[in-house]
């Protein structure tokens, strides 16, 4: 609309510019001409008065010859002869001023004409004259000669005055036909050189302006940033298609820019972009469409000013929405944790820390709340990432249920999650609090098709005058987490400064703990395991040691839940199983191979894959005893039920460790086919005195024998133990009584 405006325009304005001049130049030559006419005009008329004045003349000249005549015998006619005389003589002097050319003047001068007439004029006087003094009669036959000469010569002049008047005639007829043709090529002139020429010039000049425009106009429209033209009251003039596609318009010429943008494109906006224009020429800012999709557009403004109309204003507008997507999110990233929609780290710092600030003016205290999922790295682990994932997020969900709303829960990362609670009554809120999130996760979490159990430890810190930043508070509320983790698990603690310690001697435990791995620090011994009816050795069991260079002999009931936490079980097994792999390709045994398995194979059994197929290669014939924990198979039955028939394909035996001192260990000797139960030393170490474990240990054995279940009894020390066994008809057992685990050198002495 704009651009064919623009064109219109400039097409008139050059032809107006050439119809001004062409009518200019055609009023100067009409002028001349009307001019030159005129002159011709008063010439000819001259000659016309001349030629009147001639004749009457001529009729003078008879007149006064007539009345002269007659007045010889009327005097009353001399008066008028004297009149007509005095008009002749008045006429005579007229004519010869009013002569218009030389040559007629020269014709008079040359003919004496003028004298002549005068001398004629003087003879009638004087015969006039002599009327009145004698009584005599004039030759009136000379008289009427001498007036036809006269007569005669005027004819003669008027013919010559005629004929002159003739080519006067004859010449503005000339001029006027030169001025007609030369009228008609000024006109063929203005036409093709001042009108039409021009004209074609600014056709062809046009026709560029249009393309030219043309172009601009289909790169306007064709640009992929967003164009709009609107004037000085803010109606649009011209969009563009990418300009109506962030507007959601399909046509907004006229529409105001109001009904584009929202309310915050106003009177006052509108006096902000005005004003910045005029200082610096632009206006640059973000502005949001108003349509149901409200689109982010960074928008440009400029003036564009007119000469011939009111200043006009172009916006450029870049669709933002996707990097304003983009940044929010980068900044929910930056605040959020993306797994469960909670505050992250960084976010959970700084509102820990302006507590602590609040605490301070306000003589209040502010908690925190480190809480660290219990097994949670060993579900990750064994049935994948997005099964963890989903399990974090269900927990979350839980726990965010159990706090008020002006509470902050976060996620550290992990497993690990933090609650800020503000202006803290007293310690049974906190406490009521922790009691209520254990209890939101006793129900079991299907996630995947998958039950899950998971439990908590919890650990609480409180600001104080001395303790009043994230990081001393967050610090103090993990040392209580890790205590409650040590005294089993599913709990929580405050924090006190005794737990510091304990935490010193932590962080110093698992350092030595990684270096006794890398600096060969552990070794293997083995345990006979003995047949009562026979006494006879007819395995061993294969135990880690370790012998730590700062620390000496440690017992694996205290770095073995170390590792577990760590992670490092998969590393140690893989050494064990070397090692093992090692003693029995040098030392072939017959009878029962015991080995402890770990709880990370149940759920990542490809190290185990692996170590079944060497075995094979190893000894086909050899029995290996794996035995595992309630713990081990506690967190997936069905799983824990294939890693079982995996190892007993391959002719191997599965033994249930520990047995009793867990709450459903009946109920797996029911869904899983275990080949050996070893009963718990703490029921063999105590059955000699204590009739409850005796009763156990006989319950035990009897159970087994129905199971079809062999048995082995561990933590044999004593005669008494081992009498009281083969009274129950307990066939296999191990213990110092028998002997004391040794070294792979040794096992040869007690194995035949």
């Known amino acids: 609309m704009l651009f064919e405006k623009e064109s219109s325009v400039s097409h008139t304005q050059g032809l107006t510019k050439a119809i001004w001049f062409a009518t200019a130049v055609l009023s100067t030559w009409l002028s001349f001409v009307a001019l030159i006419l005129y002159i011709f005009g008063l010439t000819l008329?001259?000659?016309?008065?001349?030629?009147?004045?001639?004749?009457?003349?001529?009729?003078?000249?008879q007149k006064a010859a007539y009345l002269t005549s007659v007045s010889i015998t009327v005097p009353e006619f001399k008066i008028?002869?004297?009149?007509?005389?005095?008009?002749?003589?008045?006429?005579?002097?007229?004519?010869?001023?009013?002569?218009?050319?030389?040559?007629?003047?020269?014709?008079?001068?040359?003919?004496?004409?003028?004298?002549?007439?005068?001398?004629?004029?003087?003879?009638?006087?004087?015969?006039n004259a002599n009327v009145f003094v004698e009584n005599s009669k004039p030759n009136m036959t000379q008289l009427f000669k001498d007036s036809e000469f006269i007569l005669y010569e005027l004819d003669a002049a008027v013919n010559k005055l005629q004929r002159s008047s003739d080519h006067a005639q004859h010449q503005l007829k000339v001029v006027q036909a030169a001025f007609v043709i030369c009228s008609l090529g000024i006109l063929i002139y203005l036409y093709f050189g001042v009108i039409a020429a021009p004209f074609k010039k600014n056709a062809k000049i046009l026709q560029l302006k249009n393309n030219s425009i043309l172009r601009f106009k289909k790169l306007f429209d064709n640009a992929h940033d967003g164009l709009l033209l609107f004037d000085s009251n803010w109606l649009v003039i011209h969009a563009n298609q990418p300009a109506l596609d962030m507007v959601k318009h399909e046509k907004i010429e006229s529409y105001s820019i109001r009904k584009i943008w929202q309310d915050r494109v106003s009177v006052k906006l509108k006096t902000k972009v005005l004003s910045a224009i005029e200082s610096s020429g632009e206006w640059q800012g973000e502005i949001i469409t108003s349509n149901t999709q409200s689109r982010h557009v960074l928008a440009s403004i400029m003036c564009v000013p007119d000469d011939d109309e009111l200043p006009f204003f172009c916006a450029t507008l870049k669709d933002i929405t996707a990097l304003k997507e983009k940044e929010e999110k980068l900044v929910s990233l930056a605040l959020y944790d993306s797994l469960t929609g909670l505050a992250n780290r960084a976010s959970v710092i700084e509102a820990i820390d302006a507590a602590c600030l609040n605490s301070g003016q306000n003589q209040s205290q502010c908690a925190v709340y480190f809480i660290d999922l219990d097994g949670f790295k060993l579900i990750n682990d064994g049935f994948g990432h997005e099964v963890g994932d989903m399990l974090l997020k269900a927990v979350a969900k839980r726990i965010q249920d159990q706090i008020q709303t002006t509470d902050i829960m976060a996620r550290l990362g992990g497993d690990e999650f933090?609650?800020?609670?503000?202006?803290?009554?007293?310690?049974?809120y906190l406490s009521?609090?922790?009691e209520r999130i254990q209890k939101a996760l006793d129900a079991p979490f299907t996630t995947c098709g998958i039950a899950c159990k998971i439990t908590v430890s919890i650990g609480i810190s409180l600001s104080s005058n001395e303790i009043n930043n994230a990081r001393d508070l967050l610090k103090q509320a993990d040392i209580a987490m890790y205590h409650a983790k040590q005294k089993g698990k599913?709990?929580?603690?405050?924090?006190?400064q005794s737990m510091e310690q304990f935490l010193q001697e932590r962080i110093s435990f698992e350092e030595d703990l990684?270096?006794?791995?890398?600096?060969?620090?552990?070794?293997?011994?083995?345990?006979?395991?003995?047949?009562?009816?026979?006494?006879?050795?007819v395995g061993c069991e294969v135990l880690l040691r370790w012998n730590c260079k700062k620390r000496g002999m440690v017992s694996p009931t205290n770095f073995i839940p170390l590792a577990e936490s760590l992670g490092l079980m998969l590393e140690i097994d893989k050494w064990v199983f070397a090692?093992?792999?090692?003693?029995?390709?040098?030392?072939?045994?017959?009878?029962?191979?015991?080995?402890?398995l770990s709880p990370i194979h149940f759920v990542q059994p490809s190290l185990l894959r692996k170590f079944l197929k060497s075995l094979k290669n190893v000894n086909p014939n050899l029995n290996v005893i794996f035995e595992v924990t309630e713990t081990a198979i506690i967190s997936d039955i069905e799983k824990s039920s294939e890693v079982i028939k995996e190892i007993k394909s391959y002719g191997h035996s599965v033994a249930i460790d520990d047995f009793g001192t867990g709450y459903t260990s009946l109920y797996y000797l029911k869904v899983l086919s275990f080949d050996y139960l070893k009963i718990d030393k703490s029921f063999i170490q105590d059955m000699t005195s204590n009739h409850s474990s005796k009763v156990i240990v006989s319950a035990i054995l009897n159970l087994a024998r129905e199971l079809n279940i062999k048995v082995i009894a561990e933590g044999v020390e004593t005669l008494a133990a081992k009498k009281l066994l083969e009274h129950f008809d307990c066939e296999l057992a191990q213990g110092y009584f028998f002997a004391r685990p040794v070294d792979g050198s040794e096992i040869h002495k007690y194995i035949t």
Do not use: W
């Open 514 to 537: 990684y270096f006794g791995l890398n600096n060969n620090e552990f070794y293997q011994v083995f345990q006979p395991i003995v047949n009562l009816k026979t006494a006879e050795v």
């Open 45 to 61: 008329s001259d000659y016309a008065g001349i030629i009147n004045s001639a004749g009457e003349q001529r009729m003078l000249t």
């Open 80 to 127: 008028l002869v004297r009149n007509t005389l005095d008009e002749l003589s008045t006429n005579q002097k007229k004519i010869t001023r009013q002569l218009p050319t030389k040559d007629l003047q020269q014709y008079y001068i040359d003919r004496h004409l003028s004298q002549k007439i005068a001398n004629y004029i003087d003879i009638l006087n004087e015969l």
């Open 418 to 428: 933090v609650i800020l609670i503000e202006d803290v009554k007293d310690k049974k």
């Open 579 to 596: 090692q093992s792999l090692s003693f029995l390709k040098k030392n072939p045994l017959c009878g029962h191979f015991s080995i402890n």
């Open 432 to 434: 009521a609090l922790a």
């Open 490 to 496: 599913n709990r929580f603690h405050f924090f006190d």
